[in-house]
C-alpha cells in the first residue's frame, strides 16, 4: 500500500469502529455542529487539537497556522474567527503554542526564509522586540525560545482581544472567554499562561466605543 493509501484504509476502519460502537454516531452530527470551543494552534503534526484534549467529531472548530498566530489582516483566520463567534456562537477561544516552535525558533533567527515565510514570522519578530529586555535576560537558548512561545500565546490572545468582533460580543453577549495554552511536547501536558474572560480590561487604544 501507498502511504496515502494507508490514510484511506484507516479510515475505513475508523469509521465501521465508530459506527459499531455507537451507531447514531454519525447521523447525529449530520444535522449540528454546536462546539463550545474555538482552537486557533499550530500547524505542527505533533501537536493534534483533538487529541490531546480528548475531544471528539462536534466539539471544537479548529484554526491552525504556522505558530499559532492571530494577524487581523489574515482574511482566512478572521473568518474562521467571524462565524465561530458570530454563527456558531462559541463560548471560548483557545490559542494553543508548543514549546520548542520550529515558527518561533525561525523568527528568532536571521535566517532568510524567503519571501512568503519571512512576511508571516516577522508578526512574531515584533513580538520579540517588545519583550527584548525579558528575552535577553534568559542564558539557555532553548528557554529563551519556551519564553518566546509563552509571549507568542499571550500576545496572539490579545491580538484576539484588539478585534471589534470580539469587543463586539463582549459587550453584547459576555462571552467568549480567551484562553492562551502551551503544550509540552515531553509529557503531553497543555500549561495555561493566560486568560481574558469576557469584558477583560485591555488597553484603552485598542478599545472600540459604540459596540
Ligand atoms: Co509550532
Known amino acids: 500500500m501507498k502511504p496515502y493509501e494507508v490514510l ?15 451507531p447514531a454516531f454519525f447521523e447525529r452530527l449530520l444535522h449540528v455542529q454546536s462546539p463550545e470551543f474555538l482552537w486557533i494552534g ?12 480528548q475531544t471528539e ?17 489574515d482574511v482566512n483566520l478572521m473568518s474562521v474567527v467571524d462565524y465561530a463567534v458570530n454563527h456558531l456562537k462559541i463560548k471560548h477561544v483557545v490559542v494553543c503554542g508548543h514549546y520548542g516552535c520550529g515558527g518561533v525558533k525561525a523568527a528568532m533567527s536571521n535566517r532568510d526564509f524567503n519571501q512568503v515565510l519571512n512576511m508571516w ?6 513580538i520579540y522586540r517588545i519583550h527584548r529586555k525579558e528575552l535577553e535576560a534568559i542564558p539557555d537558548e532553548e528557554q529563551k525560545v519556551n519564553r518566546m512561545v509563552e509571549l507568542n500565546v499571550k500576545e496572539q490572545v490579545f491580538n484576539l482581544a484588539k478585534t471589534a468582533m470580539i469587543q463586539r460580543a463582549w459587550s453584547v ?4 472567554d480567551l484562553h492562551g495554552w502551551v503544550y509540552d511536547l515531553h509529557d503531553g501536558l497543555i500549561k495555561p499562561i493566560v486568560e481574558m474572560k469576557a469584558g477583560a480590561d485591555l488597553d484603552d487604544l485598542y478599545e472600540f466605543e459604540g459596540l
Not at 11 to 21: D, Q, S
Not at 173 to 176: G, L, N, S, V
Request: hydrophobic residues 30%; aromatic residues 4%.
Open 57 to 73: 467529531p462536534g466539539e471544537i472548530f479548529i484554526h491552525r497556522n504556522v505558530a499559532n498566530l492571530v494577524v487581523n489582516t
Open 8 to 22: 484511506l484504509h484507516d479510515n475505513k476502519h475508523w469509521a465501521a469502529r465508530k459506527k459499531a460502537e455507537d
Open 121 to 126: 514570522l516577522r508578526n512574531i519578530k515584533d
Open 173 to 176: 453577549d459576555q462571552r467568549p
Open 42 to 53: 499550530c500547524s505542527d503534526s505533533r501537536v493534534p487539537p483533538d487529541q490531546i484534549t
